[in-house]
């Protein structure tokens, strides 16, 4: 079992920063490959950001030149660098994470969301 811990949320105005923080843990072994969601009030979730184990990076139009996604393999945590927002980035961002892990000697591959953090972004 896998759990995700996001953080970093908060209010802000048109054009502020913001850092969310996704921390994985877990009572076994695993690899993680972690990605960033967000859902907006009255739409469906939708794909930010991701990366990858060797550090390659994926992003929605939409956020690219104005989000960066880094992460810290020691800490199992990855990170959603947000600048320049904007009110359509108002929602509630989850982490998800493609995990494999070891159990009773054998990997096993799941998916694993954290409960999310709340952007608000005000004009």
């Known amino acids: 079992q896998v759990q995700l811990v996001e953080s970093g949320g908060a209010s802000v105005q048109t054009g502020q920063s913001l850092r969310l923080s996704c921390v994985a843990s877990?009572?076994?072994?695993?690899?993680?490959?972690m990605t960033w969601f967000r859902q907006a009030p009255g739409k469906e979730r939708e794909f930010v950001s991701d990366i990858g184990r060797d550090g390659g990076t994926r992003y929605a139009d939409f956020v690219k030149g104005r989000f960066t996604v880094s992460q810290d393999n020691a800490k199992n945590t990855m990170y959603l660098q947000m600048n320049g927002l904007k009110s359509e980035d108002t929602g509630m961002y989850y982490c998800t994470s493609n995990s494999t892990c070891l159990k009773g000697g054998t990997w096993f591959k799941s998916t694993f969301w954290g409960q999310g953090t709340q952007v608000t972004v005000s004009s």
């Open positions: 877990s009572d076994t072994i695993c690899n993680h490959k």
